[in-house]
């Protein structure tokens, strides 16, 4: 049975509860955007109630809440009328006006969570705190079928409802899945980063990045860690060469996979679950290839040199830092970028992928072999695929 009619609820209001009517009006268009009533969820009065309200609508919030509670209890939707006057709710609005807005959305996160109607992270996808039309679909859609299946009585895993509906084809999306949306919508969004060179440079990715990439053997890697795992502990000193040196660099700073045992390495318990999951070493390396510098421009140099050799392109060491510079320069981070800004980025990450065996490089040539060309697409392709994130915000919003 649908909802019943705004307007001929706001009338109904009038007649019974004339002092009431006016703020439910003004919540409930809140609340709904023009859109049928039978469309609102748990999740969107939640959210309405517990941060847009105190935060975006002016009046007396209490007020407000109470008079959309009785609007939603004429349309015969008590369980949603009931959060409108709820102890949760009352406490919330309360502590954003006595306490500001941290306290209020930290008190807002809680109690949302708590709802159990919040998709959580799934392996395929971490939401974003600024969501797309997709996302958010994909999002609401999600937060949908745990309510459903809450209000059913069923015991409800989360995690798993939340990837079976983002993984299975759905007929309201013409057979696609909602993660294959989602996925479609952050990879355009990629593309159309900043300035046209780069724009020009990711184009062709944007269709090879769809596919997950194969995770493929890394023998440079595996070899120093089993060798650890064996003996125990590696001396210091046995790094006959600089790709040997910068390896096991790698491999104890920024993989955390050995640490120093006074004058000798030993693998860690991180190290050793690499060793043991080929597609986590895989995982773990690609990461790194796009980790996140000391500025972003650091990333966007590497990210470019990722792009411009992942076809096992042949360039000189000094024909890639020009090429590197030509694109991050069109991005706007300095009013002039040149050779030398990108001089670093660029050879720590061919020093990463020689070290690794992913790439040949001396001083007249680097090229990727196979290996390294589909470490340079899965690497590029979990950051096209990263969900953002940002500090200071409070909750998952479209982006509009």
């Not at 959210?47 to 609007?71: I, M």
């Not at 981070?333 to 040949?360: E, I, K, N, Y």
């Amino acid at each position: 049975m649908s909802a019943p009619d705004v307007t001929a609820l706001l009338a109904e209001l009038e007649r019974s509860h004339p002092d009431l009517a006016d703020d439910a009006r003004t919540a409930v268009e809140w609340l709904t955007g023009g859109e049928p009533l039978e469309t609102v969820t748990q999740l969107d009065v939640c959210e309405f109630l517990w941060y847009t309200l105190p935060l975006k609508v002016g009046g007396d919030h209490e007020r407000l809440a109470r008079s959309l509670g009785r609007l939603l209890q004429l349309g015969g939707l008590d369980r949603y009328a009931a959060l409108c006057v709820s102890p949760t709710t009352v406490q919330i609005l309360r502590t954003y006006a006595l306490e500001g807005e941290d306290a209020g959305t930290n008190a807002y996160q809680q109690a949302l969570e708590a709802t159990g109607v919040l998709p959580p992270d799934v392996p395929e996808l971490q939401w974003s705190m600024i969501m797309g039309p997709e996302e958010l679909g994909a999002h609401l859609a999600c937060s949908a079928a745990l309510e459903l299946a809450i209000v059913s009585g069923e015991k409800v895993d989360r995690a798993s409802l939340t990837r079976r509906w983002l993984t299975e084809p759905r007929a309201e999306l013409g057979g696609d899945s909602w993660l294959n949306r989602v996925h479609g919508e952050r990879l355009n969004r990629w593309v159309l980063g900043r300035g046209p060179a780069r724009r020009e440079l990711a184009q062709p990715f944007e269709v090879r990045l769809h596919a997950p990439v194969t995770p493929q053997p890394l023998p440079a890697l595996r070899g120093l860690l089993s060798l650890a795992d064996k003996e125990g502990t590696l001396p210091l000193r046995l790094a006959p060469s600089p790709e040997a040196l910068r390896l096991r660099e790698l491999a104890e700073r920024e993989l955390g996979a050995i640490s120093r045992d006074g004058a000798r390495l030993a693998i860690t318990d991180y190290g050793r679950r690499l060793l043991n999951s080929p597609d986590d070493m895989w995982a773990a390396v690609t990461r790194l290839l796009l980790a996140k510098g000391e500025h972003e421009f650091e990333v966007s140099a590497r990210e470019a040199a990722l792009m411009l050799l992942a076809d096992g392109t042949l360039m000189s060491p000094a024909h890639l830092r020009e090429r590197v510079a030509e694109v991050v320069g069109g991005e706007g981070w300095h009013p002039a970028t040149s050779v030398q800004d990108v001089a670093r980025p660029v050879a720590d990450l061919v020093a990463q992928l020689t070290a690794l065996g992913l790439a040949f490089s001396d001083e007249l040539a680097v090229r990727m072999d196979r290996p390294g060309q589909l470490a340079a697409l899965a690497a590029l392709r979990a950051h096209a695929l990263r969900p953002r994130k940002y500090v200071s915000s409070g909750r998952p919003t479209g982006s509009g």
